[in-house]
């Protein structure tokens, strides 16, 4: 299917003309009939003569619904340009045609309407005016058809050029992400809400589960419809109506957007690549309030010129886009931007990164990154999603033109993405992104986990995660740093805790499992224990050639602290004595490595006198049954200091069962 959109100033006869070729009269708000103006946008439809079905969205031509004449062109595949014979090109004339440059439509037809009005002379001026016009435009070259709606003068012609001009033109991708800006809702009598629009990047189906963003609300596609003919399923540069059940009219508005669930993100900040017209009146500078039009989308902005301080008529330069709410967009969509006061269209640009992390200006990493997105292959493209967030860190090691350690504080989202997200974020087809990351894995610039292999099987491809090699190297070279430092500032301890390693290099919880396995298969890390017990879980992790080792002065404590320990085996010295006796750290890596057993917060036994102490309170009760806490300190010879703590301890152990005041063996 194919979408045409006319263009023009008011009361050139646009509306007229579209009537004329398809027997449909766009105008349907009662007020323009009694007007006898366009003030919203019309639709209507018709066969070209070798039976192409096409779509035509009929705009105000009057500069006061600009608005509404852009949030109509955005889907549009070819133009109809109209200029009536009697007045030539006028100002709305230029700033459609501006409007249609902007936002790249390359194909076109220039109808000069009123042609039964003027004499052949003045219509020859009136050719060469708009030939001139349209030179500089992406229009250029584009048929110049002198027509008349009244008399039929040249519709055949301008018929046949449309034919030819969707003929030349590229199919609508299917990148099977559809979705559709919403242009009009409104509610029908046994049906409820249904809206409508140019569908773009994909078919949708009867019965297809849907959502609306940025609201998010969630629907399910009960009947479609494509020139008031049920559809049972819809393609894209089909103009589209939607019943959406479940959804009250008043909860939807032009500019909304129609997408299958989970396939696209409302962002409030855009990268993009803009420019001035050359015959703006003002210039743009940093941080300039602007009107940013997409699809059918209309939301105040801010504009940060990334790499210069004002953009003048003319010029191009990047920019991030500070959006008043949320907006729905694709990279490579082109956008309108207007000045708010005086309303006046002043340049667009192309969406080149729908979730960007906030730049600062001046950045060259930044500035590489952005150009990448712009001109890249479908492996360019591919590892620019991967590495998105690669783009942030490197910003991060610049401080005053040198090289700085990146801080493992300031890693935000070292993380891989599944096959389909890939796809997403880069704009391409499942296939295309799949056959990219193939390429990219036997040039060794994608690593791919979670898996046994790829081998060329799309499934293992879809199940794992992939990485950016440059975002795995930075996972690899910060554990191997935060471990290194980690041993070098706890060198008795046996490692990290698992969780604070996740935490400090910000890992997603849902993919640190499969970092940490393939990590450990790199031989980047491994298990601090390889036996899991009450007092030593698997949650520690290590470098594989470190292990925990006692300086001679250490040593010296150790022995020290063990011969108090010895002198009264089961009336030891407390943990704030052992920690006079030996440093805190010595302390605690006997602890970790289980030479003391640690039963209270204060309480700690020799691990030999823990083992011969619960055997002696288990022998008792193989022989006695039952035991208080009496006879349990008379065993050992000790004080009740240490012993209802032990017994507490082997209650948690699940050795022994209280039972009023006496214990006895949990299990037989």
């Known amino acids: 299917m194919s979408c045409i959109g006319t263009a023009g100033h008011v009361d050139h006869g646009k509306s007229t003309l579209v009537e004329a070729l398809t027997g449909i009269d766009p105008d349907r708000l009662v007020e323009e009939k009694e007007r006898g103006m366009t003030i919203d946008l019309g639709f209507a439809w018709l066969k070209l003569p070798h039976g192409r079905e096409v779509s035509i969205v009929d705009v105000p031509g009057h500069e006061a619904f600009i608005k509404n004449m852009l949030a109509g062109v955005g889907g549009i595949d070819a133009a109809l340009l109209v200029v009536a014979a009697d007045e030539g090109i006028m100002p709305q004339t230029r700033e459609h045609l501006a409007i249609l440059d902007l936002l790249r439509v390359r194909h076109g037809v220039v109808a000069i309407t009123k042609a039964d009005l003027v004499d052949e002379e003045w219509l020859e001026l009136v050719r060469e005016e708009v030939a001139q016009q349209i030179r500089p435009t992406t229009l250029s070259g584009a048929a110049i058809l002198p027509v008349s709606a009244y008399t039929g003068q040249g519709l055949p012609q301008l018929l046949a050029e449309l034919e030819r001009l969707l003929d030349e033109a590229e199919a609508r991708q299917d990148i099977a992400r559809p979705r559709l800006p919403i242009d009009r809702v409104f509610t029908l009598t046994g049906f409820g809400t249904v809206v409508t629009g140019t569908l773009l990047d994909g078919s949708l189906r009867q019965g297809q589960e849907v959502e609306v963003l940025p609201g998010g609300q969630k629907s399910r596609v009960r009947s479609l419809q494509m020139h008031k003919q049920g559809r049972d399923v819809v393609y894209p540069g089909s103009r589209v109506a939607i019943n959406l059940p479940g959804i009250a009219r008043t909860e939807l508005k032009r500019g909304d957007v129609v997408v299958l669930p989970g396939q696209l993100r409302p962002t409030l900040l855009l990268d993009a690549r803009i420019s001035l017209l050359a015959d703006a009146e003002r210039s743009l500078t940093h941080n300039t309030q602007v009107e940013f039009y997409c699809g059918s989308q209309e939301i105040p902005a801010r504009v940060r010129l990334l790499d210069t301080d004002e953009l003048q008529p003319g010029e191009s330069c990047w920019a991030q886009l500070r959006l008043s709410r949320p907006a729905v967009t694709a990279r490579r ?222 040593q010296r404590q150790v022995e020290v602290l063990e011969r108090a320990f010895r002198k009264q085996p089961f009336a030891p010295p407390v943990l704030g004595e052992a920690e006079k006796l030996a440093d805190p750290e010595v302390v605690a890596a006997l602890i970790e490595k289980g030479r003391l057993i640690k039963v209270s917060e204060s309480v700690l036994f020799l691990h030999e006198t823990y083992d011969e102490a619960v055997s002696r309170l288990v022998r008792y009760m193989i022989t006695h049954e039952t035991m208080t806490a009496a006879e349990a300190r008379d065993v050992l010879d000790t004080s009740r200091k240490y012993i209802v703590p032990l017994l507490e301890h082997l209650d948690v152990l699940r050795i022994t069962r209280r039972a009023g005041d006496v214990r006895m063996l949990a299990k037989a």
């Open 333 to 554: 969509d082109a956008f309108i931007l207007r000045i708010p006061s005086p309303s006046l269209t002043i340049g667009g640009g192309e969406v080149v990164d729908m979730h960007p992390r906030y730049h600062r200006r001046f950045q060259q990493p930044v500035l590489a990154a952005l150009e990448q997105l712009q001109q890249g292959t479908p492996e360019e493209l591919v590892l620019a999603a991967l590495d998105r967030r690669a783009i942030a860190a490197r910003a991060g090691r610049t401080k005053q033109g040198e090289a700085s350690r990146l801080e493992v504080r300031t890693l935000i989202g070292l993380q891989g993405y599944e096959l389909a997200e890939v796809a997403r974020l880069a704009n391409l087809a499942e296939d295309v992104t799949w056959q990219a990351l193939k390429s990219l894995l036997i040039e060794e610039r994608v690593r791919h986990i979670g898996t046994k292999g790829v081998a060329g099987d799309k499934d293992e491809g879809t199940r794992g995660l992939w990485f950016a090699r440059s975002i795995w190297n930075i996972l690899i070279e910060e554990s191997s740093r935060l471990l290194a430092n980690y041993h070098r500032q706890y060198p008795l301890r046996s490692g990290l805790a698992k969780e604070e390693w996740r935490t400090r290099l910000n890992l997603s919880a849902r993919q640190v499992n499969d970092i940490f396995m393939a990590l450990r298969e790199e031989g980047v890390l491994e298990l601090a224990d390889q036996e899991t017990s009450a007092s030593r879980p698997m949650s520690l992790l290590r470098m594989p050639d470190f292990k925990p080792m006692f300086t001679d002065a250490q």
